[in-house]
């Protein structure tokens, strides 16, 4: 059974920048979709909002509208580990952060979330 740890969240300043790492024990990324969703206040995390991915097969990155240009997603295969770059922080883009892998078949598997809070 494929388990996810993250880190990385924390505080940061508008404008500035934070990497959250995923990494995975059990299995390997080879035949997951990994990617990222966001939880805000009020919200079910299953109704939050994707935030980036990469496809299985071609491995081709994904991102929300209001994050494209500003965030980078990237996995390491040796490594077993997905980033999330975000770069130009918004107080917008404060929120519960998980990362996720989808399988060839099979139910999404959960990271267990960190905390980014954008503010000065």
């Known amino acids: 059974q494929v388990q996810l740890v993250e880190s990385g969240g924390g505080l940061v300043q508008p404008g500035g920048s934070l990497r959250l790492s995923c990494t995975a024990s059990g299995g390997s990324l080879d035949h997951y979709a990994p990617g990222w969703f966001r939880q805000t206040p009020g919200k079910e995390r299953d109704l939050g909002d994707f935030?980036?991915?990469?496809?299985?097969?071609?491995?081709?990155?994904l991102y929300a509208d209001s994050v494209k240009g500003r965030f980078t997603v990237s996995k390491d295969t040796a490594n077993s580990t997905v980033y999330l770059q975000m770069n130009s922080l918004k107080p917008e883009d404060t929120a519960v952060y998980y990362c996720?892998?989808?399988?060839?078949?099979?139910?999404?598997?959960w990271g267990q979330g960190t905390q980014v809070t954008v503010s000065s």
């Open positions: 996720y892998l989808d399988p060839t078949s099979g139910s999404r598997i």
């Open positions: 935030v980036a991915g990469i496809t299985w097969r071609s491995g081709r990155q």
